[in-house]
Structures are given as C-alpha cells and as structure tokens.
C-alpha cells in the first residue's frame, strides 16, 4: 500500500459514514456495552451493532452479523473474542468495510505462541483484503474532530475539540493522559492507542495526521518500543517542521525496557540510542505525562519564542520568585527591559513595587487593566521572547479577576509566547478560566514551575523546527 | 518571651474562644468583609465585628471600638489601612487580647522607609504588650484542626482536615499550595503566610508545631529567604527527628533572589548554602509546589522505607514502565522478589502474565481481590521497601474499582509505605478515591511520575530521621 493510498484509507477509517460494533452488547460486564455507549448519541453516523443474540442494543436494531446490514459499513469496531477474530475480519473483507477498529487482546502480547500465529494470520488478512486495522489491543480511537468516540472508554468525549493528536503505545498511558487532557483542558483532534500495530503504526499515522489531518496541528507520541525505530525516526526526519512533533519515551531503566517486550511485543531498546535518533528526527522529546500535555497544549496555542529571554510578570511575589528560579533550572533568562519598556511598567505601577523583571505587579492588584497592560509592554519589549504571567485568585478577588477576563478578551492575540498560570478554588472562577484557556496565544498551565518547563520547550521547538507556520 | 511562653502564647492564639475582626465590613470590595466571610458560619466562638459605622455586619452585632466589646477578646484579626494600625495595637494592648493576625500591608516590604518606621514601631508594641503577632502582610491563617478560618480567603476551609502544617513565608504560593491541596486531598492542621513577620517567625512556629501542637504530624515550610537564617536552622536542627520538617526553598536565581528582598523584606541568599543548611539541620528539601504537597501527604499517611527497593504493581503495563522508569531517575531500585513471593504472585496471574517486578497485572484485572493479593505480598516481600501500585479506571471498569473499594477496606494498615495512582475521568470515581486516599499507609497521587518521586523523599526522609514515630 502506498502511504497516499494509506492516507486515504486512514481518512476513511477515521471519519467513517457507518460504524458496526461487532460484538455489541446490552450486558454493563462487555466491552461492547461500552463501546456502544461511546457511540450512542454521540455518533452522527449509523450505527449496526452485531450480536448473534440481540434485537436491540442501546436501543437501536442489531444484526446477527455483519453479512445481513442491508447498508454500507465504513468501519467495523471488533469486540468479540481473540478466537473468533479471524472469521470476523474476513467477514469485514467480504463486505468491503474501509477499516477496523480491532479491541480484542490476546495476540502477540501474550506469552503463548498462539498469540503470535493468530497476529500473522491477521497481517496475512489485512494485507489480503488491503484493510487498515487499528489494535489489537488497543481501546479504540476518538476522533473529537468530528465527535467520533469508536473506544470503550465513554468519557473520553469530555475532552475539549482542539490541534492536539495523542498516539499511544499503551491504553493505560493514554487513559492516563486523556483523564488529565479532560481536567487540563488539553484540547485534542485524536486520541488513540495503536495497541499491537498491525498495519497501522507510528509512520502511517505520523504521516497521515502531517500530510492529510487539517484537525492535527501538534502530535504528541507516546512510545514505548519498536521492532523498526528506524521507520518511525525516518517518517519523522522527512516530515520534520511540518507539524510540531514530541514524544514521551519510555524505557529508560533495564527492567521498565523488559516489560516493554511483554507489553506490545516489542523491546524498548537503549535509551540514549533513542534519545539521540529522536533529536535527529526533530521530534522534541519530554520526560512526564505532565510535560506531555504541557508542552502540546502551548505549541497548539502560543507563538513560539524568538530566543531564551521571557520576562516573569506576577500578581504575587512569591509565585514569581517560583518561576523565575524554575526559569534558571531549564536553562532559559530573565529578560532585561529596554528602557522604553521600563519606563512603560514604571508609570503602571507606584514606586513600592518591584519594576524590573520578575515584575511583582501586587501593588496593581486592584487594576487588572494596568496588569494587562504591563503584559502588553512586556509582549511588545525588543529584548522579550516570551512572557509567564501568574495570578492566584480566590473569592476575595473574584471581581478582579472578572474584570481581568473582560479586559483580557478585547485584546489582539500576542505575537510571542505567553504562558499563565492562574489558579482558584473550585468553583470559583473555573468558567472563566476554561474561557481564557488558549485563547489570544495565551495558555493556561497547573503551577508557576510548569510554566517554566512549557516555555522551555517552546524555545526547543523554535530551534528545531524554526518558526511556527 | 522564652519558647514555652510563646508556645502557650501561640495555643492561645490558633484555639482563641472569641475573635474580634477590626476592620469588618458589609461591603464586598473590602478584606474585613472576606475575614467576616471566612468566619461566620463556620467559627464556633464568638465574633465580635468592629467598624466604627456599622450597626450589624454579617448579620452579627458590631462594636464600634474593641474597647466597647463588653467582653473578652481572644483573637484580634486587623484589616484596618497601615496609618490605623499603630492605634488599633495599643487598642488590642489594653484589652488583653491575647494574639493578633495583622493582615494590613504597608509596612516593610515597601520601597518607602516610612514602611521600616511602622514596623519598628510595630515590634516595640508586641514586646511593649508581650503579644504574639502573625503578619503584617499576611492573608492570615487557617486553623483546620478546629474549623477556625483567620483568613481572607473562605475557601480555604474545603481543605480536609489533618496532619500537615503549611506554612508558607508568601501568601501568593500559600494559596496556590492551598489550593492544588483541595484538588489533591492534602489534608491540613494549619495554613498560613507569615507575612512580614513581627514577632512570629519560622523558629517560633518551627517549635510550637513540633512541641505543642498534636494535630500536626508533617510540617511543610514555603522559604524566601530570612535577615537571621541560622535561627532557623538551629532550632530544625535542636527539634530533629521529632516531627519530619520538608522545606521548599525559593531564591535560586540572582533575580528571584533580589526579588524576595523587596517582598518580604529579607535577602533569598545564596541557594548552595541554603541547601547544605537545610541538610545539615535535617530539613528535606524539595524543588517543586506539586513535590511539596506530595512529600508532606505521604509523609502523614504512609510508614517509612527500610530501604530504596521499590516493588511496582500495574493495572496497565504502560503506567508501569513509566514508574519504573521514574524510580531508576530519582536512584531507587525495582526490588528483586524473594522465591515465595514470586510464588505467591505467579499463583494469582495467568503465564500470560509478566509476573516478575514491574508486575503487569492487568491479566488479573478482572478480579481487584488478587490485585490485592499481589499488593499485600509485594509489602510483605522481605527483599521489598515499599511499594507503588497503579490503575487507571474509567465506566467501563467502574464496578472492579467498587470491588478493589471494598476489599481495600478489609484490609490491614500497611506497615510498608504504598504509594497509589488511581485515575479516573472527572465525576466517575472521585468519591472512592476521595474515600481510599490516606487510609491503611497509602496515598493515592496524580501521575506514576510523582508517585515515585515521592516514594524517593520517603526513603530521604528515613534515611534524615530514622523509624517514623
């Protein structure tokens, strides 16, 4: 298969028409109960769902198989067991489906032999009927593009619409990062595990989400370890600067690297082999779930610095102390204002308050636009790249931080990076946070050392892969 | 004063019977209405509101001046603006209250030598009266043990009661770390800024945690930097072992540095020399927000490691490896089981299973009793010190992590520390999570990275402190 044709196809199997849920479910105990769930008044499309016993699942008329849908199928999602796997994906082939989601486990994961003559056997399918199979083992994919759920995890369609595709070696690691996205408010275009890779691995989907997914502006990778690092780090070497690309990698200890081979069939290989063929595919590689979704969220909202200087504007003392030693440990500066723009802040702020960078901006704490308009000298300062703004608020300042929202909203988007943290209880100014949150190149971070570590890696990207497109 | 008077002094002042708030207002712009606003309702004693206009505030009496309350005043909370100050202390003087919470800023953390002047004359007054003061400068403290909120900001009562004391030299960080502490399930004895600190700094509070008040088992200090560091070392070090003292020390960068000197009014110094004071007095030291609250948490819920040999337990293969991973950063080490555990574990997972450390035992994922099972011979393993379990739930899942509640329940404390990450989308299994976390030696964190970090300062803490007590 060409990768056009496999753009294509993953075009298809990720925007399907019709989806068949072969082995759905009415029992709470299946996997196909909740991957009908997923789909059930979510899906746009039709949904046929498949079980040799049922009238109606979720509701809606089943099939006793896939050969009585009186209609096209686009994609099928297979949960029935490992054994019957084989006769179900012929069955897909016969009706032409365009692709398969394929949940069921017990392929090459397994210790048993078995397991790998049932995951040739299935390579031996796809390629006869020239099928794109996602999984096994996998929990499925969401595209929240277009509001497509195919996985067995329903509350994935809590997750905001936005540029970031999340790929995944392991269901748990994407769980993880999905749940996180969903509180962080990490806004995706696609979230997938890959599972087992049958035909549909890093490369096809590296290249698919650069060359034919408008959606995907940044993807993020979670990897643990390959039978061919070689064609994932040549697909991103000639694909580099297109589209932001970072990877998690695990593997890093002996024995997290064993554990690997039992998990995906594959070793994770020599950490430092990995970090380096890594940098020299300009794929930025991060070293948390937490950077992870940091560092895709900001590369989707913020322009990326021009260079190391970012200048640290505060509500509060203390939480710029905090970024401005976190600043130092990733190796970025504190910016030194050109007199302009000092001057600027000067006449913002009344003598008691610190005025050079790390700007304690407390003593304008009753004036939000003075503190915006400190930011926009900062933004606009020639010596600045980007800029980290913090402001803890709590029902005391609510109106302040009102007033901040409505200033903030009338403003032009910022050409530089600027990373925020604004913190409050909960329930106290999470709507407004969610409304500011990427929004005018301005993202919204956990922790002042957070914001360090994102802006940190926005200076990588720059040097990487040059200016943002 | 010596020690035991001010640790009497200081009782008195964080269990006061009656409170007057000087400064109280009906408005919703003014601090006196958020202290008001934090104590009504929710304070047990008397309040007695003083404002020299109003006739009720909060719907409780007011007084014009403290000396018409006809009563005795425990706690005297000052919102009143800086120039009222001086009075409003002799005030308290003459009355006897016996503490004061000075919020009013002004003094000298501002650029103006007038702010020196003030609090000059500030310190004469609490020698003059032999009154403990907390501030100026600070949003007050939280005293959660006895639901007493001296504060201005209300929320801080959501935080759960327990045992770690924060105090923090900033009241920005304070109200992050308070706030990420609601999110986390940090559970508190006291929260509170020291502000400018008059009279009670980090040695007096240092030696009343520690000696006087039971509530608090983990104190957890936010450091700028301070005009007489060796009292503080000195008395950590004469209190060593008693109670564990973790430290957040700001003022790594020259800027942050030269920042904290204008915030509270003392130079941050320099960072090296900090670290090895911190050492040498057996503080332990860490370098993030997130670090400090998961430190301080586990260090209240869990036993102590004998040793850095760590077992980890996953639901998922993926979250395992990244603990593993995680541990080989932060220098522990993936235990090796003993010939009986692995027996024991090899009876419970199917072959298809990696039974050897990290345990993937997502083969028994269908059955939380021997997940369980597995947990408790992992903590009994003689070649095992502690132990990090992970699982990530979701609906689909939702009724196996009830059962993993239930039989969690059952069980013995731990002796060994077990460190846990449950996730799960919002609103699926908070309240069991909520339920699970610090109970039976275990602590359940937000991602498998900071579970091993902290299972680190577990081992750090030992290694400074002996056996917990």
């Known amino acids: 298969m060409t990768q056009a044709t496999m753009n294509e196809k993953l075009r298809d199997l990720f925007s399907p028409g019709s989806i068949a849920v072969i082995g759905a479910s009415n029992s709470f105990d299946k996997l196909g109960y909740h991957v009908m769930k997923s789909l059930a008044g979510n899906y746009q499309g039709k949904i046929f769902p498949i079980n040799p016993k049922a009238e109606k699942i979720w509701g809606i008329d089943a099939y006793r198989s896939l050969k009585e849908v009186p209609e096209q199928v686009d994609l099928a999602v297979i949960?029935?067991?490992?054994?019957?796997?084989?006769?179900?994906?012929?069955?897909?082939?016969?009706?032409?489906?365009?692709?398969?989601?394929?949940?069921?486990?017990?392929?090459?994961?397994?210790?048993?032999?078995?397991?790998?003559?049932?995951?040739?056997?299935?390579?031996?399918?796809?390629?006869?009927?020239?099928?794109?199979?996602?999984?096994?083992?996998?929990?499925?994919?969401?595209?929240?593009?277009?509001?497509?759920?195919?996985?067995?995890?329903?509350?994935?369609?809590?997750?905001?619409?936005?540029?970031?595709?999340?790929?995944?070696?392991?269901?748990?690691?994407?769980?993880?990062?999905?749940?996180?996205?969903?509180?962080?408010?990490?806004?995706?275009?696609?979230?997938?595990?890959?599972?087992?890779?049958?035909?549909?691995?890093?490369?096809?989907?590296?290249?698919?989400?650069?060359?034919?997914?408008?959606?995907?502006?940044?993807?993020?990778?979670?990897?643990?370890?390959?039978?061919?690092?070689?064609?994932?780090?040549?697909?991103?070497?000639?694909?580099?600067?297109?589209?932001?690309?970072?990877?998690?990698?695990?593997?890093?200890?002996?024995?997290?690297?064993?554990?690997?081979?039992?998990?995906?069939?594959?070793?994770?290989?020599?950490?430092?082999?990995?970090?380096?063929?890594?940098?020299?595919?300009?794929?930025?590689?991060?070293?948390?779930?937490?950077?992870?979704?940091?560092?895709?969220?900001?590369?989707?909202?913020?322009?990326?610095?021009?260079?190391?200087?970012v200048a640290v504007l505060s509500g509060q003392a203390g939480p710029g102390m905090i970024a401005s030693d976190a600043l130092?440990?990733?190796?970025?500066?504190?910016?030194?204002?050109?007199?302009a723009t000092q001057e600027k802040i000067n006449n913002l702020l009344p003598p008691i308050a610190i005025r050079t960078n790390p700007v304690d901006m407390g003593p304008a704490w009753y004036n939000p636009k003075a503190m915006l308009e400190i930011l926009q000298a900062a933004v606009e300062d020639e010596g600045t790249d980007g800029v980290i703004f913090l402001a803890m608020y709590a029902s005391a300042n609510l109106k302040l931080a009102?007033?901040?929202?409505?200033?903030?909203?009338?403003?032009?988007?910022?050409?530089?990076?600027?990373?925020?943290?604004?913190?409050?209880?909960?329930g106290i100014w999470d709507e407004s946070i969610k409304r500011l949150d990427r929004q005018k190149g301005v993202v919204i971070l956990a922790t002042p050392e957070r914001t360090a570590k994102a802006m940190s890696n926005l200076w990588k990207a720059r040097l990487l892969w040059g200016e943002k497109r």
Chains 1, 2 share one sequence.
């Open 79 to 309: 949960v029935v067991p490992a054994s019957l796997v084989a006769e179900t994906v012929h069955a897909c082939g016969r009706k032409a489906v365009k692709g398969i989601v394929l949940i069921t486990a017990g392929f090459r994961e397994i210790e048993d032999a078995k397991g790998e003559v049932l995951e040739h056997d299935l390579r031996a399918m796809a390629d006869r009927y020239d099928l794109p199979i996602v999984g096994p083992n996998t929990f499925g994919y969401v595209n929240l593009t277009l509001g497509i759920n195919a996985s067995f995890t329903s509350e994935f369609c809590q997750i905001e619409k936005g540029g970031v595709a999340l790929i995944s070696q392991s269901g748990g690691m994407c769980h993880l990062c999905g749940f996180l996205a969903i509180d962080e408010r990490v806004a995706m275009s696609k979230l997938m595990s890959l599972g087992n890779r049958c035909n549909v691995d890093f490369p096809e989907m590296l290249r698919y989400l650069v060359e034919a997914d408008e959606a995907t502006r940044v993807i993020a990778l979670y990897i643990e370890g390959l039978d061919a690092p070689r064609d994932l780090i040549e697909t991103a070497a000639s694909l580099r600067g297109k589209k932001p690309i970072i990877a998690y990698k695990a593997g890093r200890s002996e024995k997290g690297d064993s554990a690997s081979r039992f998990h995906t069939g594959s070793l994770a290989g020599n950490h430092d082999i990995w970090t380096g063929a890594l940098r020299q595919a300009g794929i930025l590689q991060v070293e948390s779930a937490d950077e992870l979704l940091d560092t895709a969220k900001a590369l989707d909202a913020c322009a990326l610095p021009g260079g190391p200087r």
């Open 328 to 339: 130092e440990r990733v190796k970025l500066q504190l910016s030194r204002f050109a007199a």
């Open 402 to 426: 009102e007033e901040l929202e409505k200033y903030m909203k009338a403003l032009e988007p910022f050409r530089k990076p600027v990373i925020a943290c604004f913190t409050a209880p909960p």
